[in-house]
Structures are given as C-alpha cells and as structure tokens.
C-alpha cells in the first residue's frame, strides 16, 4: 500500500486541489518541482506519457504527474495541448480578444490526464474533462490560470468564482482525480 506520492508539478493550484483528494485516503502527496519535458503533441496523453517517462528515469519513488488543456471549439480546439504556454503568453485576455468576435460558439472543453508510476511499470493514465463554455469577461478570484473565463456546463459561475469543493465536483481535474483516487482504493 502506497502511504507518500509525489506529484511533479510546479503548479501550486493544482498540487492543492489533488492534496485535498489524497487526504481521503491517507495518502501523503508530496509536491516535487523537478519538471519534465513538454513535448509538442497533438493529444494530452503523449504530453504525459513522454513527461512520465523522463521522470522515470530519474526518481524511484511511485509518482504522479498531470497534463490539462483547454480546447476552445470556436478556435478550432486551441489552445490545446499549448495551454500552459500561451496563459503564460497572452493570459485569459488574450483569448477573450481573440474571442471578441465571436458570439454562437463559445463552447469549450477541459480536459485532463494523470499518469500514474509505480517503480518500473508502464504509466497509467486517468483521464476527466468538462465541457461548458468561454465567458465574454474575466470573473472571481479563486483557482488559477484560465478558471476566470470557464464556464462549466450548467452553471453560471467561473472556476474562479467557486471554492475548491465546488470547482472539484465539476471539473476536468477532479474527474481525473476522482478515478485516480478510486484506482488506489481498490488496489
């Protein structure tokens, strides 16, 4: 039985809401900032599973990592898998300005991939997302990176504008984790 994993990530947001879903099952998550190559794919489980085998290769220690995007449909799925490098390029107001013309399709998905290593095994991966939709304006203070203009489906608030329980019971990342926590249940 695992008791202490690490989850590879720089990304305090996302380290918070997994710690929270850990502490259910007395697992102790440790936050290790040793980073990992991102390399340009098409889809999020390549991103993973090349990340996952470089810090294979350097830690012994059963770990998780976790690769988001967010696929805007009236941008024909951008950013994608460059997620992470075009927040931190043009932010949330740059994809609102790249929205501001368009009105009918603003529909959006999150979606989500660990990769789970234990020792020498193959990676596995669990996988979540969230459909809803792009605001046409920034909204809350809570969460990080674009949770201040997603909108999941049948809601009106922004991840931003919900508390860690709430956004989790919604989004792409608490889908995800929610099938990873419910791996080590039944191991």
């Keep these: 039985m695992i008791k202490k994993l690490y989850f590879i990530t720089s990304n305090k947001g996302k380290f918070v809401e997994a710690q929270k879903k850990f502490l259910e099952i007395d697992i102790e998550l440790v936050q290790k900032d040793i980073g990992y190559p991102e390399i340009q794919a098409i ?26 995007g967010l696929f805007i449909d009236g941008l024909d799925g951008f950013p994608g ?13 740059g994809i609102l300005n790249l929205m501001k013309n368009i009105k009918d399709t603003r529909e959006a998905v999150f ?14 991966f669990f996988n979540g ?7 046409t304006e920034q909204k809350g203070e809570n969460g990080f990176g674009y949770d ?7 809601q ?23 099938k990873l926590v419910d791996f080590f249940k039944n191991r």
């Design 43 to 68: 889809n999020l489980e390549d991103v993973a599973l090349y990340g996952a085998l470089d810090v294979q290769k350097r830690i012994s220690h059963p770990f998780i990592l976790e690769d988001a």
């Design 81 to 93: 898998v460059y997620s992470a490098y075009v927040y931190h390029t043009i932010g949330c107001e």
């Design 148 to 154: 201040p203009i997603f909108i999941p489906g049948n």
């Design 111 to 124: 979606k989500s991939v660990f990769a789970f290593v234990y020792a020498d095994d193959k990676p596995r």
């Design 156 to 178: 009106s608030k922004t991840f931003a504008e919900m508390d860690i329980n709430t956004k989790n019971m919604y989004s792409h990342r608490g889908k995800s984790l929610n």
């Design 129 to 135: 997302e969230c459909r809803g939709l792009i605001s």
